[in-house]
């Protein structure tokens, strides 16, 4: 079996400004056994509370946000692989062939929901108490947490694969597989109504951003979007700066996603336009697929090659933190301008009365090379042309101020 390994990169070059520790491999972590010993398939989160499972149909659960785990109490019924659908407070829910088991304590007992003739699958999601998932030929709905489940069937829907897309508000959206016709329900899921029926039936990752309802082709790069809550909807072709996207996340302004083809995490700030990689500190071997992609407030998830990593977010960005705990990011919006940038960036004064005037201003890449040295400064702001850079992440240091751009 293939392994990655999240590495810490020490920043190399005529200074050292510490050890990246964006992505730290959570194997071994308290209780979660290391990759080589088990394959981690899945993950679901609620907020702190985390839900993996492996190959060998164990899950295993963390109440706080993956510094501990713990080995559930779960026994699967058949011996097929087992899908996690949700975690929702302490209520953990999983499929495993025609079988839909809920447990209400963090795994510690499960209870098993049976429908033969309509196999329940797929993700979960939750609009206040009331859940949706998807069924062979149609949707269920729970009021309690999966202790019972209603069948729902909407008018004109044919025999075919359903399931629960995003929430938005008081609104549900779900799907015939993969991505044909759209439905939307306002009722927490009683009743649903077709909105739309893409020319392309291969959309698989829906999200919300702003007011954006965005659904991203699976292993392509057409996209269709609604910005009226999904009552009219425009399909574009060739959209997205990246193809081969297995999932598709969104945390307050910005996308991150997964790729097939070109390996590892990537992070979009406009919408899916331009992907810039997200994967330093994470070493991975060609070949292996990206598995699942989750986040809460403090930490964004990755399974890569059946491992667990994890990194800090700070408002939905990456967090780039050296040894002593000092936010490399934290200045550059107070010294560097524009933020993304194309062409150029200004240079100002930094923070807290520190004055860069008699000092160099060096500008490195992610892998600690200098990419631009100008000697001491005596006038600010200073325009550098960026132009010629690579699109990416760089750091600038003037004297003891460190901070970062991106380059478009």
Same mark, same amino acid.
């Given at each position: 079996m293939i392994k990655y390994i999240c590495l810490h990169i020490l920043i190399l070059?005529?200074?050292?400004?510490?050890?990246?520790?964006?992505?730290?491999?959570?194997?071994?972590?308290?209780?979660?056994?290391?990759? %080589?010993?088990?394959?981690y398939t899945n993950l679901?989160?609620?907020?702190?509370?985390?839900?993996?499972? +492996? /190959?060998?149909?164990?899950?295993?659960?963390?109440?706080?946000?993956?510094?501990?785990?713990?080995? +559930?109490?779960?026994?699967?019924?058949? *011996?097929?692989?087992?899908?996690?659908?949700?975690?929702?407070? =302490? *209520?953990?829910?999983? +499929?495993? &062939? @025609?079988?839909?088991?809920? #447990?209400? !304590?963090?795994?510690?007992?499960? %209870?098993? /929901?049976t429908d033969t003739s309509?196999?329940?699958?797929?993700?979960?999601?939750? +609009?206040? @108490?009331?859940?949706i998932i998807g069924g062979c030929c149609s949707l269920y709905r729970t009021t309690d947490y999966g202790e019972t489940f209603q069948r729902v069937i909407a008018t004109g829907w044919s025999n075919d694969g359903y399931g629960p897309l995003l929430v938005?508000?008081?609104?549900?959206?779900?799907?015939?597989?993969?991505?044909?016709?759209?439905?939307?329900?306002?009722?927490?899921?009683?009743?649903?109504?077709?909105?739309?029926?893409?020319?392309?039936?291969?959309?698989?990752? &829906?999200?919300?951003?702003?007011?954006?309802?965005?659904?991203?082709e699976y292993q392509g790069n057409s996209v269709i979007s609604s910005s009226d809550n999904g009552t009219s909807w425009s399909e574009t072709p060739n959209y997205a700066g990246l193809s081969n996207f297995r999932q598709i996340i969104s945390c307050g302004n910005n996308l991150f996603g997964i790729s097939i083809n070109q390996i590892g995490v990537y992070q979009s700030? !406009?919408?899916?336009? %331009?992907?810039? =990689?997200?994967?330093?500190?994470?070493?991975?071997e060609h070949g292996k #697929?990206?598995?699942?992609?989750?986040? *809460? @407030? %403090?930490?964004i998830y990755i399974?890569?090659?059946?491992?667990l990593c994890r990194a800090k977010l700070i408002n939905c960005e990456i967090d780039f933190s050296n040894d002593a705990g000092e936010n490399l990011a #934290? @200045?550059?919006?107070?010294?560097?301008?524009? *933020?993304?940038? #194309? !062409?150029?960036?200004d240079v100002f004064v930094g923070a807290n009365g520190r004055s860069p005037l008699q000092s160099d201003v060096r500008i490195y890449n992610v892998y600690g090379q200098t990419v631009l040295s100008i000697g001491a400064i005596h006038e600010l702001p200073l325009r550098v042309d960026i132009s010629g850079f690579a699109p990416g992440m760089y750091f600038v240091r003037i004297g003891d101020i460190v901070g970062k751009f991106v380059k478009l």
């Amino acid at each position: 079996m293939i392994k990655y390994i999240c590495l810490h990169i020490l920043i190399l070059g005529l200074f050292s400004i510490g050890t990246f520790a964006q992505w730290v491999e959570l194997a071994e972590k308290n209780g979660l056994p290391a990759a %080589k010993s088990e394959y981690y398939t899945n993950l679901v989160i609620d907020g702190n509370n985390i839900a993996i499972s +492996t /190959f060998g149909n164990k899950v295993y659960v963390s109440k706080d946000a993956g510094d501990n785990w713990v080995l +559930t109490q779960y026994t699967p019924s058949q *011996n097929r692989d087992t899908y996690l659908c949700g975690i929702k407070d =302490s *209520n953990i829910f999983a +499929t495993i &062939y @025609e079988d839909y088991l809920v #447990s209400h !304590d963090y795994g510690q007992t499960w %209870k098993v /929901f049976t429908d033969t003739s309509h196999s329940v699958s797929g993700t979960i999601m939750f +609009t206040g @108490e009331t859940g949706i998932i998807g069924g062979c030929c149609s949707l269920y709905r729970t009021t309690d947490y999966g202790e019972t489940f209603q069948r729902v069937i909407a008018t004109g829907w044919s025999n075919d694969g359903y399931g629960p897309l995003l929430v938005k508000g008081n609104s549900l959206f779900s799907a015939k597989f993969i991505g044909r016709e759209i439905y939307r329900s306002i009722d927490k899921g009683q009743s649903w109504d077709a909105v739309y029926a893409p020319t392309n039936n291969k959309y698989s990752s &829906y999200l919300s951003i702003n007011d954006l309802i965005m659904g991203f082709e699976y292993q392509g790069n057409s996209v269709i979007s609604s910005s009226d809550n999904g009552t009219s909807w425009s399909e574009t072709p060739n959209y997205a700066g990246l193809s081969n996207f297995r999932q598709i996340i969104s945390c307050g302004n910005n996308l991150f996603g997964i790729s097939i083809n070109q390996i590892g995490v990537y992070q979009s700030r !406009d919408s899916g336009k %331009k992907w810039l =990689s997200a994967n330093t500190g994470l070493a991975i071997e060609h070949g292996k #697929s990206g598995l699942a992609i989750a986040h *809460n @407030e %403090k930490y964004i998830y990755i399974l890569y090659g059946g491992t667990l990593c994890r990194a800090k977010l700070i408002n939905c960005e990456i967090d780039f933190s050296n040894d002593a705990g000092e936010n490399l990011a #934290s @200045e550059n919006a107070q010294f560097i301008s524009p *933020n993304p940038a #194309s !062409d150029f960036i200004d240079v100002f004064v930094g923070a807290n009365g520190r004055s860069p005037l008699q000092s160099d201003v060096r500008i490195y890449n992610v892998y600690g090379q200098t990419v631009l040295s100008i000697g001491a400064i005596h006038e600010l702001p200073l325009r550098v042309d960026i132009s010629g850079f690579a699109p990416g992440m760089y750091f600038v240091r003037i004297g003891d101020i460190v901070g970062k751009f991106v380059k478009l």
